[in-house]
């Protein structure tokens, strides 16, 4: 069992940037697949950013080039660098755990951290 504590959600200016963490604890495997969504009011919940168990990164288009993720695997803590945010931006970030692969689904959820952008 994987637990999942996000922390740095914040009211941003739009062009801002802003650091998310995710706490992971509960010993998590070495081959978890990490990936944080988002989710703006009234809208589906959306793939941001995945990191494979090899380092491998993937991002949705909107964010390609403006989010980076990342993992520090001593700290047991996931990161997203959000730069040059905009107001579409504005969501409930979730940082999320799977088992060995992102692919098909994933098992444990973080409770979410909001960040709202202001211009």
């Known amino acids: 069992q994987v637990q999942l504590v996000e922390s740095g959600g914040d009211s941003v200016q739009a062009g801002g940037s802003l650091r998310l963490s995710c706490a992971a604890s509960g010993s998590p495997a070495r081959d978890f697949c990490m990936a944080w969504f988002r989710q703006a009011p009234g809208k589906e919940r959306e793939g941001v950013a995945t990191i494979d168990s090899d380092g491998s990164t993937s991002y949705a288009d909107s964010v390609k080039g403006r989010f980076t993720i990342s993992e520090d695997n001593a700290k047991n803590t996931l990161y997203l660098q959000m730069n040059s945010l905009k107001p579409e931006d504005a969501a409930m970030y979730y940082c999320?755990?799977?088992?060995?692969?992102?692919?098909?689904?994933?098992?444990?959820w973080g409770k979410g951290a909001l960040v709202t952008i202001s211009s």
């Open positions: 999320a755990a799977a088992r060995y692969s992102c692919l098909f689904g994933m098992d444990y």
